[in-house]
């Protein structure tokens, strides 16, 4: 899985095809063969040229290419030339090429691509300027434009320009990938729900943006400043030391304690900090980033406009395990990793067509937790890999219970998700052989979902391990696609066998054009891939409905609240059959929409059947 390449994130952003294209050479349609023969000759870079016609009836251009003219004149049998010499060199251009605006905005290019005959997705188009100049374009470069475009916008937050969390944790991994130290800032306003709720939120949003300016002077140049959510700010320094770290806590304390002016209307300013250094790299990114935020909330618990340090050399790799290891193989032994369930079914006719295996964690003082509340604990404690064996194990185990209790009524797919680690693990194929076995299952109904936050070096490390795992049988998802920096170059280097479309672009497809577009072109790539697409997000009925008409008579799966929301596995069974199709009332059955396309559906691509 390879990343955008630093270079195309750094670039200028290309906002329409024009910036893309490369200039090209015109001849009139007129132009006799033998002209044309003579141009290409005498210059040998000269490989494509774009045929123009005076007549106003045939506006469109086309393009010769340097290949299909000159094996045209030579002919079969060496004719060619005596054939064509004298004609109009228009007779040999091939019209069926796209020609697109300069204007035309890079996802709508992508679009108009995706919509071509297959065979014709992935070749040259032309680009026509205002004043009538044509340029070449090659496809591959609109896909990767979207690529970066996509990357871009899912590495920023919007309201303050910063840096997201999906981005800050990305290089946090790659700074404690490296060599020396690190320093992390978490930041969180005092008092910030006070100010959204007495003076509106135009004016939160003003103090977040003018947060976000005095993070960046006091961060100087080469540091990350993220906004992580909410009024929750960070700082990364790398090849940083504990001096640093000191200074830093200085600039925050300084620069955060300033007075805000909103427009005539002063604030005081007010933030607790926490800053983390780690002298000795390489060390756990999460647990560094941890380090800070509790220091952040001891900040606050002290009563605020305060900032503290701690040193967290504990982090680095040579440390011995967290005691919290211990923690989580108790909380599993003593059965509180639970593991619940989410449906996914076909648009066409809501049939069901997997369980997603989520894990829970039922907290004996601090209730039912979700993933978010304890996943980077796990990764900080290094128990990655464990979690997603005690998941697995446990979601095989459950679903041999239900097929050998309800028979062909269970779905024919389970997803399980893998963490980083547990991609990395080396016993992975030998683990997930082991589970399939010890539980019965056939190893066709397991879909492993790829985690997209892997870099390439992850996925480069992890590639015996995956060649195995689908030599044994078990399908490989990527999970979250669209969601973080990999984006769509993921595709070209990995083999999939199906894409899970990220939540983001789902939940805003109804009233964002944007998403809509991004969405509609990430289930044609993967249709275009050969490969089965889940959308996820679907969270009401306009989502189904968008999705169904976007499938057509394609097969379309969806994941979501307006389907169902993850399920006790005691809550399960009651969607086999007809009852999912009613879904409490949300989800209209095949038979009162008249009839279905599920046939479309109905197969799942064969393993090792050709990707197209
Ligand atoms: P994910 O793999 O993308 O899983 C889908 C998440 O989106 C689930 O959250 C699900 O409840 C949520 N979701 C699905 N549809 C909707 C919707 O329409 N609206 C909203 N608001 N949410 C929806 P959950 O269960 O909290 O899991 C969060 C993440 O935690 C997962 O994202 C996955 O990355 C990770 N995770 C969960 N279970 C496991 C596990 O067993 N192993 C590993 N390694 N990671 C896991
Ligand atoms: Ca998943
Ligand atoms: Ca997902």
Redesign the pocket.
């Known amino acids: 899985m390879s990343q955008v390449p630093r270079a195309l994130l750094d670039a200028d952003p290309v906002v329409c095809v024009d910036d893309l294209g490369e200039p090209l050479r015109s001849v009139p349609a007129s132009t006799p063969c033998w002209r044309v023969d003579e141009a290409f000759r005498a210059d040998p870079d000269l490989l494509c040229l774009a045929v123009t016609d005076d007549d106003r009836a045939r506006p469109a251009p086309g393009l010769l290419s340097r290949t299909a003219f000159l094996s045209a004149m030579s002919g079969r049998l060496g004719h060619g030339r005596s054939l064509h010499a004298r004609r109009p060199v228009g007779h040999l251009a091939d019209r069926d090429v796209l020609v697109i605006d300069a204007s035309t905005g890079v996802p709508r290019a992508a679009e108009m691509l995706l919509a071509r005959e297959r065979s014709r997705r992935f070749s040259e188009v032309l680009v026509r300027r205002p004043d009538g100049e044509l340029r070449l374009l090659e496809a591959e470069r609109v896909f990767r434009a979207l690529s970066a475009q996509l990357a871009r916008e899912a590495l920023t937050d919007p309201l303050t320009g910063l840096s997201n969390r999906a981005d800050f944790l990305r290089r946090l991994d790659e700074v404690c990938a490296g060599t020396g130290g690190a320093v992390v800032a978490c930041v969180d306003l005092d008092g910030f729900k006070a100010v959204n709720d007495s003076s509106g939120h135009a004016a939160g949003d003003q103090l977040l943006r003018r947060t976000a300016e005095r993070l960046r002077g006091c961060a100087g140049p080469g540091a990350v400043v993220a906004r992580l959510g909410g009024d929750e700010f960070a700082v990364l320094l790398a090849g940083a030391s504990a001096a640093d770290a000191q200074h830093l806590a200085a600039r925050l304390q300084e620069a955060l304690g300033r007075p805000h002016d909103l427009g005539g209307r002063v604030l005081p300013g007010r933030a607790s900090a926490g800053v983390a250094v780690c002298s000795a790299l390489p060390a756990e990114p999460s647990a560094l980033l941890h380090e800070a935020d509790l220091a952040a909330y001891r900040a606050k618990q002290a009563g605020g406009r305060r900032c503290e340090v701690v040193d967290a050399s504990w982090c680095s790799d040579a440390a011995p395990l967290a005691p919290d290891h211990r923690a989580f193989e108790a909380a599993a032994a003593a059965g509180q990793l639970e593991?619940?369930y989410?449906p996914i079914v076909a648009v066409a006719d809501g049939s069901l067509r997997s369980l997603?295996?989520?894990?829970?964690w039922r907290h004996p003082q601090r209730g039912l937790l979700?993933?978010?509340d304890f996943?980077d604990d796990v990764a900080a404690a290094g128990y990655?890999a464990e979690?997603?064996a005690h998941?697995l194990r446990t979601a095989l185990t459950q679903r041999a219970r239900w097929a050998a209790e309800h028979g062909d009524a269970v779905p024919a797919h389970l997803n399980?998700?893998?963490?980083v680690a547990?991609l990395l693990a080396p016993d992975l194929p030998a683990v997930v052989a082991r589970e399939l076995a010890r539980a019965g299952v056939p190893s066709r109904v397991l879909r492993l979902?790829l985690?997209e936050v892997a870099t390439a070096a992850h996925v480069r490390a992890a590639e015996p391990s995956l060649r195995a795992l689908r030599a044994l049988g078990v399908a490989l998802t990527l999970?979250?696609v669209g969601s973080g920096a990999a984006g769509l170059s993921h595709l070209s280097e990995l083999h999939v066998d199906g894409l899970?479309i990220d939540?983001r672009y789902v939940?805003r497809a109804p009233e964002d054009a944007r998403s809509a577009v991004v969405l509609r072109t990430l289930v044609d790539l993967g249709h275009g891939l050969g490969v089965p697409v889940t959308a996820?997000?679907?969270?009401g009925p306009e989502h189904l409905a968008l999705l169904r008409r976007m499938a057509g008579g394609r097969c379309l799966l969806a994941?979501?609240?307006?389907v169902a929301?993850?399920l006790h596995p005691d809550d399960v069974p009651a969607l086999w059959g007809a009852a999912v199709t009613a879904g409490a009332g949300r989800w209209p059955s095949a038979s009162a929409r008249g009839g279905s396309t599920a046939a479309a559906c109905a197969a799942p691509p064969r393993r090792g059947s050709p990707r197209s």
């Open positions: 593991v619940h989410q997603e295996a989520l894990v829970r979700a993933p978010a996943l990655s979690l997603d998941v399980v998700n893998l963490s547990g979902e985690p999970d979250d899970k939540r939940e996820e997000g679907a969270q994941q979501g609240s307006a929301e993850p």
